[in-house]
T-cell receptor, first 114, second 112 residues
Framework: GAVVSQHPSWVICKSGTSVKIECRSL??????MFWYRQFPKQSLMLMAT?????????EQGVEKDKFLINHASLTLSTLTVTSAHPEDSSFYICSARPQGNIQYFGAGTRLSVL | LAKTTQPISMDSYEGQEVNITCSHNNIATNDYITWYQQFPSQGPRFIIQ???TKVTNEVASLFIPADRKSSTLSLPRVSLSDTAVYYC?????????????FGAGTRLFVKA
């Protein structure tokens, strides 16, 4: 199957700093990528749809100025958590779909804000 | 988007067959049924996908009745490593703007 790579897998940062998470499709081009957030023992919550060459589409309740998404190429989308606070600590997961009906997910990024 | 309903949790023993049923009464004509597996602190992993009748691959089988209002994921002879959360997703993912919305999933716990 297709491979989606996510980096870093784990990051610890101080409150007030910004953190960038990368999501790459390694063996296919992705005009659309998705970003999810998952809290412990809960399901994945869709945050935004990342569109190559255009603005991301955010789900209701997700602050676009807080979670900056840049989809600069057909294989790379980045999520920047700006001015991170402890409540932003979570597991962030990206995904992408090659042509067809199957979605592939990255391994996730554990963000801990101190 | 078709809403899905799954059992919150299931227990099983090693070597048993496990069947997890997902209800999706509002499934649309173009929708596919896809199952994912997620281990703690990992992204979901694709297991199997089907449209109707039965699909089988090296890890699971998917049974879909004629009315497509439900589906059953069958895991043959589970092992401890099959302990995970299983998500049933329904939709037409071939549409570029389709958004995958996850339900609560089924937490499977396999005991020795």
């Amino acid at each position: 199957g297709a491979v989606v790579s996510q980096h870093p897998s784990w990051v610890i940062c101080k409150s007030g700093t910004s953190v960038k998470i990368e999501c790459r499709s390694l063996d296919f081009q992705a005009t659309t990528m998705f970003w999810y957030r998952q809290f412990p023992k809960q399901s994945l919550m869709l945050m935004a749809t990342s569109n190559e060459g255009s603005k991301a589409t955010y789900e209701q309740g997700v602050e676009k100025d807080k979670f900056l998404i840049n989809h600069a190429s057909l294989t790379l989308s980045t999520l920047t958590v700006t001015s991170a606070h402890p409540e932003d600590s979570s597991f962030y997961i990206c995904s992408a779909r090659p042509q067809g009906n199957i979605q592939y997910f990255g391994a996730g990024t554990r963000l801990s804000v101190l | 988007l078709a809403k899905t309903t799954q059992p919150i949790s299931m227990d099983s023993y090693e070597g048993q067959e496990v069947n997890i049923t997902c209800s999706h009464n509002n499934i649309a004509t173009n929708d596919y049924i896809t199952w994912y597996q997620q281990f703690p602190s990992q992204g979901p992993r694709f297991i199997i996908q089907g449209y109707k009748t039965k699909v089988t691959n090296e890890v699971a089988s998917l049974f879909i009745p004629a009315d497509r209002k439900s589906s059953t994921l069958s895991l043959p002879r589970v092992s401890l490593s099959d302990t995970a959360v299983y998500y049933c997703l329904v939709g037409d993912m071939s549409t570029g703007g389709f958004k995958t919305i996850f339900g609560a999933g089924t937490r499977l716990f396999v005991k020795a």
